[in-house]
């Protein structure tokens, strides 16, 4: 028997300079970090999700009074998606363009959502996406 899950709770992003990508992440969702440390910096990312930003080959076993979390890292050209309403998708594309940051790609999927693509200090894709782009969204 399956189990079902909820939803994906975290999404761990490294970087080489996390005060650089911190600051980019936090002026484009709008948001203070919910945490910062040495270890991470942690973003809310929306309905119960969490944005991590983690310093690149620093990401050690960490033990807490609860128990060990164990190490994690990673390296390459990644990809992340934001869930937006598509009434705030023009919105979006003036604030992308209010922080300077250029908008790569626009698409208008076949199922009827929309992404727009533009990359992050580190070069991964960024993504906001509205309903219609995957069955379940």
Known sequence: MTVPIQRLLETALYCDDVARTAAFYQELLGRRPMLESERLVAFDAGQATVLLIFHRGHAQPLQTLGGMVPGHDGAGPVHIAFAIDGSDLAPWESRLQSLAIPIESRVTWESGGVSIYFRD?????????????????
């Open 121 to 137: 200090p580190d070069g991964r894709s960024v993504e906001l996406a509205t309903p219609g782009l995957w069955p379940t969204y």
